[in-house]
């Protein structure tokens, strides 16, 4: 099978900064998922394997477990390389991950602030995900720099409420001027 993506898939490895590595090995064609964290190589947080003379695949990620990440199978007889690349990218979403996107190598971690709406605000602030979503009083809210990242590209249902665009925090089709704190 050609080892082909879709537009969508191809829109989601841009903006998460991720790019794939293809490698040869003795298990044959192995690709690799990688975060353009600007470091050679790059960050991997998966890999896809061509099995049955390229007729499925297999993919891994990199995934939380306890307070540690392993590499482990998140998909298995995938009839595309396409839903393969896909199924890692379903994964890629651990804060370690999402703050290789957003940092510059060796910088300290960043914060942003946004003022919004109040109502806005207590919403934001009780998300089960993204974690690192502070409503400090008045609309204004504190997001790590996980949390922004996260919300480049959030999972739907939540895409329809709220995510990043650029320097904006937009909630419910309302934008928001987001600003990296010094």
Known sequence: MADEIGATV?????QRKLFLKPEHDDLGKVVYVCVDDRTPGGFPVGHVIATA???????YARIPKGGFH???QVAAGLPTFDAAI???LDHARSADILRAVERSPRAAAKTYTAIVDPGHAEWLTTLEEPQGITH????RVRFTEAAVAYLRNPPSPLSLYVQVQGDELVVDLVPYKL????
């Open 10 to 14: 191809r829109r989601l490895l841009e």
């Open 53 to 59: 003379g390229g007729r499925a695949w297999l993919a």
């Open 70 to 72: 392993e590499i482990a």
């Open 86 to 88: 896909r199924a890692v």
């Open 136 to 139: 400090l009083g008045n609309g």
């Open 179 to 182: 600003t990296r704190d010094r």
